[in-house]
């Protein structure tokens, strides 16, 4: 989780002055907050988390424990694939994240019939990377994420309106989701090459090979 600083700085004879840091990880925001206690100018610290809700020290400390139980720093890659002239659609997700210290990815694809283009097989494909984010227990903390759609990715922040009625009911899907889940994103395009393992998934789908696997990831990788 990343969080903010926020507090007041005080001093006898000088007026008090409220700061806020920059967004850091929580144990970043911990040591500093320590150290600000140390000098005995800071009043009124509080942890702003990436939702907006503000914690005390002693509250954050907790939350802090807790959230490296569950999974975290969510990444999400996804790729949807048509097969030209036909109905079928492949979609693949890769998904990262953080749980007990650990590197964590999952790989899912599935395959959707009665699709009409490839921008409604790319839809599918982030729909239904909302649904595995749903099983592996991704709530209320904000979520990357990445792909190689322009039209996906741009009707989904706002940027680009969406007209088309079939597409607009799998964008209703998918923000009706992340709103249940708590989920806040930000999205990030990415070239097809750095999207290369959810197209690789979503191509096994259209061959009837489903994959759904969950691996920890080693150091540094």
Sequence with gaps: ???????????????????????????????IAGDL?????AQEILFID????????KQFLKLNEKIKEEPHEFVIYF????????????????IYFE?????????????????????EAEYCALYAACLR?????????????????????NQLSGEWPCFDEALNKWLDRIENKLKELGLEFEVHPVHRKANEEAHRLAQQALQGTMINS??????GG
């Design 133 to 153: 984010l749903e099983e592996l227990g991704a709530k209320h903390q904000r979520i990357v994420i990445k792909g190689d759609s322009q039209v996906v990715l």
């Design 79 to 94: 790729d949807g694939s048509h097969v030209p002239g036909g109905t079928a659609a492949g979609a693949g997700v890769v």
């Design 37 to 41: 206690e140390k000098i005995g100018r």
């Design 99 to 119: 749980q007990n210290g650990k590197a964590v990815r999952a790989r899912y694809n599935e395959r959707f019939e009665l699709i009409e283009d490839n921008n």
């Design 1 to 31: 989780m990343k969080v903010t600083l926020k507090w007041v700085y005080t001093k006898s004879k000088l007026p008090n002055v409220a700061f806020t840091s920059e967004e850091m990880d929580g144990d970043s925001a911990i040591q």
């Design 50 to 57: 990436e939702i907006g809700q503000e914690w005390t020290k």
């Design 214 to 219: 969950l691996m920890e990831m080693p150091a």
